[in-house]
């Protein structure tokens, strides 16, 4: 029997659409970059050219609970391709150094990404590879929390450990919105700048501590309060505040590092871009190095961070 030749150019289409679909979808690699509030996720294929980028709420596994940590991981931004073909995940994230944690984790991203290989990293290795490549410096995370590690070029040495919102994180999104809510409950917080913060808790002081101290994520609800506030840092009450949070961070954390007036600085999360004006104030004033700031430091993962990446935890 003959079969018509366009036929047979519409079948032959249809195999090399199957074929190529499956060569550039074969391998895939998917970084993450995990804060308390939001997560950033970029897919590569494994040429290292990027695919898609996707975001979506964020988590810190150490102050997670169970039922958190599965409901996030049973929620990734992935379709059906991404999932299937990974072959390298690596999570850059608050508080991927709680073993417990990961061990919930894993169990979940097994059946999601069943092929694919994880890597656990702290969202401070991001800054490090990102913004400071294979330079010694000093990397900060200011965002939901704060942390802060010395790079060596090649790994992180920690001088202090991370508190976490409760007993640290200064100068945080969490830390800030602790200092501005208490204030508020006090009657201390300008009015003007109470106003801002209508509609974000509930009028009844009672319900608003309610939904704070039974929130799963305080700490996210908390940088939010920063967040609503956030176009009003000129003002006489939040410069104050900037002062004091800067200082502490500054004394409890970089001042720890021997070689902190030397060294270049590197500073990744929203609550670093949102005060940029201040900490090159800071550092200027103070005897650092010029600071470099990036809001997502995902932005700034390129080939080579990715080759890097996989040279580092996949040699083979």
């Known amino acids: 029997m003959k079969v018509e030749s366009s036929k047979i150019s519409v079948f032959l289409l249809l195999d090399l659409l199957l074929i190529h679909e499956i060569t550039y979808f074969y391998v895939m690699i998917i970084i993450a970059d995990c804060g308390g509030t939001s997560c950033d996720w970029k897919i590569f294929t494994d040429s290292c050219e990027l695919i898609s980028e996707k975001s979506g709420p964020g988590i810190n596994l150490t102050l997670a609970s169970e039922v958190g940590i599965q409901a996030f991981f049973r929620s990734l931004p992935l379709d059906e391709k991404e999932r299937k073909f990974a072959a390298h995940l690596f999570f850059f994230g608050a508080g991927s150094n709680s073993n417990a944690s990961i061990q919930l984790a894993e169990n979940e991203l097994k059946q999601a990404l069943p092929n694919c290989n ?59 919105g602790k200092r501005i809510l208490k204030d508020y409950f006090y009657g201390q917080l300008p009015e003007e700048l109470g106003n801002e913060l209508a509609g974000y808790l509930p009028e009844d002081s009672g319900l608003a501590l309610r939904k704070i101290y039974s929130s799963s994520t305080v700490n996210a609800l908390l940088a939010g309060v920063f967040g609503r506030l956030s176009k009003s840092l000129s003002h006489p009450y939040m410069q104050e505040l900037i002062n004091e949070g800067l200082m502490e961070f500054f004394y409890y954390h970089v001042h720890s590092i021997p070689a902190c007036k030397c060294a270049p600085i590197h500073f990744g999360g929203s609550v670093a871009e949102a005060l940029s004006v201040y900490l090159k104030d800071y550092c200027s004033l103070n005897g650092y190095l010029p600071p470099v700031i990036a809001a997502k430091p995902l932005s700034r993962v390129n080939e080579e961070v990715v080759l890097k990446l996989v040279e580092d935890f996949n040699p083979d």
């Open 118 to 176: 994880l890597y656990w990293l702290s969202d401070l290795e991001l800054v490090a590879r990102a913004l400071a490549g294979k330079t010694e410096s000093i990397c900060c995370i200011l965002g939901t929390g704060a942390n802060v590690a010395w790079w060596t070029g090649s790994k992180l040495v920690k001088y202090r450990p991370a508190l976490g919102y409760i007993l640290g994180d200064e100068c945080s999104g969490a830390w800030f």
